[in-house]
């Protein structure tokens, strides 16, 4: 089975202080003309699954320049379906190629009984998910021959039959399983609100030494809820608790995600840089 090193691998110590953004296809030629100083890139693996093509092409000459993390929406990693073994050879062969800083997917389901959804649809948060989607997350780090990064979903309901809050489900999930996790301090704020917990609890539940990266994004307000939409400025409120994320568990590379309306580079490498901001600050109060 897969497990973690002790200490982190160089090349995530290097990212450790390091604000990336999300690479979307708007911005690809732009990145590939102008290599602007962006730390580092995200984006997401099913993209790049084909064999060849000007997408990957585009993925090979920009792995020259910056470190790339490979971030999954389709595994549908906690499904009661077998896990589709196209679909990871497809990204083992991805990762082999492109060799990745870090390689990601979330914590949720997206089809059962060979139906595909387009959404990351939440888990029960019992004992018997748990059980299932740790076995999975083994299965998939044997398959890819190397560690994943999990990571907490928004939501709008929760199950009746749920007996574990998810922030001992996520952290259970990282302690059993051996993965670590890809914190989405937006989502946890997203469903703080939602289902009307303190987003301060889930930081204090989470074990520092498992969080390999952080996710900042914009979410928009629909009635009593908020709607993980990825397509607004990183909130006020989301700021302030990746701040308090950071004092807790030190710098991680954190990434911001915009996915609908998505702006003007300039304007994400913005978004970027105030992150960057409270890294560095951090930083120098951890020195
Ligand atoms: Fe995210």
Redesign the pocket.
Known sequence: MVRPADSPPAVDRALRTAAGIGLRSPHIRKVRAERPSIRWLEVHSENYFADGGPALAALDDLRTDYPLSLHGVGMSLGSADPLDRTHLAKLKRLADRVQPVLVSEHLCWSGVGGRHFNDLLPLPYTEEALAHVTARVGEVQDALGREILV?NVSSYLGFAEATIPEWEFVAELARRSGCRL?L?V??IYVNSVNHGFDADRYLAAIPGDRVAEI?L?GFEASGQYLIDTHGAPVAPDVWALFTRAIARFGPRPTLI?WDLDIPTLEALEREAATAQAILDESHVVAR
């Open positions: 990571e890809l989405d937006n989502n996710h994004a995600e």
